[in-house]
């Protein structure tokens, strides 16, 4: 594709020059298709050099390390998962703890100020009757 072309032109237009772009679009011809036709279609030479590279020794060395480092990763990936879904896991226990011993302590203050007005009411209503 050609690229686009600048024209300048010496007319003037209020003081400043007038600058005109035009592109021109090159059209493809059949044989520039025909061409392009032709990539991807040697899969049986293409199988024939994957097969040699992988039969090197040096890119199964390679092939071997990188398969060992991706068994580390993903171990270390589980572990780190692990270890966060503990901690939820702890914090949740910790909050529920938290929320049962303030309902402890809550019951007992209703206790300790409800039992004497109660006796209270109660002492009244037995008297009076």
Avoid at 83 to 89: G, L, S
Avoid at 91 to 97: E, K
Wanted: net charge positive.
């Amino acid at each position: 594709m050609d690229p686009p072309k600048i024209v300048i032109t010496t007319e003037r237009l209020n003081g400043g020059s007038l600058i005109r772009k035009t592109s021109i679009r090159r059209r493809v011809s059949l044989k520039e298709d025909r061409r392009q036709d032709k990539y991807g279609n040697l899969t049986g030479s293409y199988a024939r050099i994957k097969n040699t590279m992988l039969l090197d020794r040096g890119v199964q060395n390679n092939l071997e390390s990188l398969q060992e480092r991706w068994r580390m990763i993903m171990f270390m990936y589980d572990d780190c998962v692990e270890m966060v879904k503990t901690r939820q896991q702890n914090r949740l226990c910790r909050r529920q703890l938290k929320q049962k011993c303030e309902l402890i302590a809550l019951a007992i203050v209703y206790s300790t100020l409800a039992i004497p007005v109660f006796m209270a009411v109660l002492l009244a209503y037995v008297i009076f009757l």
